[in-house]
Structure formats: structure tokens, C-alpha cells
């Protein structure tokens, strides 16, 4: 006699149907074991769902990060030419210029905040900026430093600065005196810029920032992803500005 085996009702050889070493499964056993089947293939339904799901946050809220930061660099650059432009305009003006070439700077400077009533300063120097150099450190060193950008650049500049009541936006352009090439300078304040960066959307638990060197102009969302903010930063074209952004590392599932 062959010795009978079952293991969970699977059989060992059959005697009667005479081929060996088939595998018989008893139904009620079977029956038996469906119920704990059920709960293994439920319990690997809600793991897909679950890591599914939060791959899809994860990627939902990287997107839309992605667009918030280009947002933010087209609404900095379309100030930033905005107010570029009104200050070469404003410069350009017939009244402006004449007081220039007789060298009425007082003249020039009260036409030119004719009709700029968010204007905070307004400033005019020779292009040597001695009479600025002097006035350290009451003149400012980011107004220097971006008297001195418009200079070497021929055009238009606009940078962040440091003022007494904040920071602020700041503007300079070559101009043209009565003695030889001059600067002109002025001041607006620091939410004309930041306005459009605060308008787009940030996803939850992410961070956006508006960045010039190595300081924080604008920080929104959670602040503790600022050292990570680097790598998808985007730069405001014509600018020394910069939109930096940082979402949280992936939900890990086993």
C-alpha cells in the first residue's frame, strides 16, 4: 500500500487512477482557505490604491509648483519692463530733456514724478557718482550698485534694495546733463514687484521664493525647504532676480 499524504487537502499518489504522483486539491479545504485569499488580494487592492494615490499627489503638487514658479517669472518680468520702460519714457520726455542740457537737475526731477505718484525717491547724478560716493552711507549701497550696473550697461537696471522703511524696488538709466553723462535713479515701492509673485497658487506643503544673491526678497509656503530651493529655481530674464521653488521628497511606500 502507498502511504497517504495531505497537506491542506492536497493528496499524495493515487492508487485507483493509476497515474503517479498526480496532486489531488480536496474542495473543502479549499473552500476553507478562500476566505484568508480574499483578505491577502483586498489588502494588495487598498496597498496599489493608496501608493497609486499619493503618486499622484506627489506629482500633481510637483506640477503645479512648476507652474506657480513660471507664474511668478513672467509676472516679475512683465513689472520689471513695465517699470524699465515708464523710467526710459519719463527720460526721453522733451520737458526732461531740456532741463538736463541747461542743467536745472531740479527741474528734471520734479517732470519726472510728475505723474509717478507711487515714485518714493527719485535721484540725479554724474556718471562718476561722487556726489552718491559721498552721501555713504546715506546714498546706499544697492543704490550705488545699481547706478553703477546702469552705467556699465547702457540701459535701464532694475534691482531689490535695502531703504530705511524696507526694501524696495529700485530703477536706474543713463542719462545725458548739461556737464556729461549722468545717472538717474529712483525708488518705487516693493510691492509693485511682489504683488504678481503672490498672486499664483503654490501647492500645499510647498515653497516658493523670490530671490536676488543670496537673500530671500519674498518667501511663501513652508520655509523649512529653502536650502532645496535651488534646484528648480528660474531665472527673471534681464534681471539678477530669480524664482526659486522646492517641493517635499516623495511619499515613500514598502
Same mark, same amino acid.
Given at each position: ?11 499524495? &499518489?493515487?492508487?485507483?487512477?493509476? =497515474?503517479? @504522483?498526480? %496532486? *489531488?486539491?480536496?474542495? #473543502? ?6 476566505? $484568508? ?39 516679475? &518680468?512683465?513689472?520689471?519692463?513695465? =517699470?524699465? @520702460?515708464? %523710467? *526710459?519714457?519719463?527720460? #526721453? ?6 532741463? $538736463? ?49 546702469? %552705467? ?103
Amino acid at each position: 500500500r502507498g502511504i497517504e499524504m495531505g497537506v491542506f487537502g492536497i493528496g499524495g &499518489r493515487g492508487k485507483d487512477d493509476g =497515474e503517479k @504522483g498526480k %496532486l *489531488a486539491i480536496d474542495p #473543502a479545504s479549499a473552500a476553507k482557505a478562500l476566505p $484568508l485569499l480574499v483578505a491577502l488580494l483586498a489588502v494588495l487592492g487598498i496597498w496599489c490604491l493608496a501608493s497609486g494615490a499619493l503618486r499622484i499627489r506627489d506629482d500633481a503638487r510637483h506640477s503645479g509648483l512648476q507652474v506657480a514658479r513660471d507664474d511668478a517669472v513672467m509676472a516679475a &518680468r512683465r513689472t520689471l519692463n513695465d =517699470e524699465r @520702460g515708464r %523710467l *526710459a519714457q519719463k527720460l #526721453a520726455a522733451d520737458h526732461v530733456k531740456v532741463a $538736463l542740457a541747461t542743467g536745472d537737475t531740479a527741474a528734471a526731477l520734479r517732470i519726472l514724478r510728475q505723474g509717478w505718484p507711487e515714485l518714493q525717491r527719485a535721484e540725479l547724478w554724474s556718471a562718476d557718482l561722487t556726489e552718491a560716493y559721498a552721501g555713504l552711507p546715506r546714498t546706499g549701497f544697492g543704490a550705488l550698485a545699481t547706478c553703477e550696473a546702469a %552705467l556699465s550697461s547702457g540701459k535701464p537696471v532694475a534691482r531689490v534694495v535695502k531703504a530705511a522703511g524696507g526694501p524696495r524696488l529700485a530703477l536706474a538709466a543713463p542719462v545725458r546733463g548739461l556737464r556729461g553723462p549722468m545717472v538717474a535713479y529712483v525708488e518705487l515701492p516693493l510691492a509693485k514687484l511682489t504683488n504678481g509673485i503672490e498672486a499664483p497658487a503654490v501647492p500645499s506643503s510647498t515653497y516658493l521664493a523670490l530671490r536676488q544673491g543670496d537673500r530671500n526678497v519674498l518667501e511663501r509656503g513652508d520655509t523649512s525647504l529653502g536650502n532645496a530651493a535651488e534646484s528648480l529655481a528660474a531665472k527673471v530674464p534681464d534681471s539678477d532676480l530669480r524664482i526659486a521653488a522646492a517641493v517635499p521628497d516623495a511619499t515613500a511606500t514598502p
